[in-house]
Nanobody
Framework: QLQASGGGLVQAGDSLRLSCANF????????MGWIRQAPGKEREFVAG????????NYGNAVKGRFTISRDNIKNTVDLQMNSLKPEDTAIYYC??????????????WGQGTLVTVSS
């Protein structure tokens, strides 16, 4: 049961850190990722990380600003978001996939956390 936290209202240029945990389970051996969906738009891949964390990939819109990481002891996956822009406003979902890199087609989704960036 994935649960994301850390969302909130910030101003453009600010930073925010999202965290994802699997309550009642483990993230071991799962590819993890973050997907976002802005109002009226399709789901968008944000970032992904392999098990145990050696490979990372990012969506073009966030490259150089966002960093994904995982703590395999704490069993969490974080998304550090810097230099936030109003267009980063969206609900951010933590996703997991046992079979391959996380994507919008991942089988396991958390409930999402809202990030709002004001201009």
């Amino acid at each position: 049961q994935l649960q994301a936290s850390g969302g909130g209202l910030v101003q453009a240029g600010d930073s925010l850190r999202l965290s994802c945990a699997n309550f009642g389970g483990t993230l071991s051996y799962y590819y993890m990722g973050w997907i976002r969906q802005a109002p009226g738009k399709e789901r968008e891949f944000v970032a992904g990380i392999s098990w145990p964390g050696t490979r990372k990939n990012y969506g073009n819109a966030v490259k150089g600003r966002f960093t994904i990481s995982r703590d395999n002891i704490k069993n969490t996956v974080d998304l550090q978001m810097n230099s936030l822009k109003p267009e980063d406003t969206a609900i951010y979902y933590c996703v997991a996939d046992r079979g391959g890199p996380a994507s919008t087609a991942a089988p396991f989704w958390g409930q999402g956390t809202l990030v709002t960036v004001s201009s």
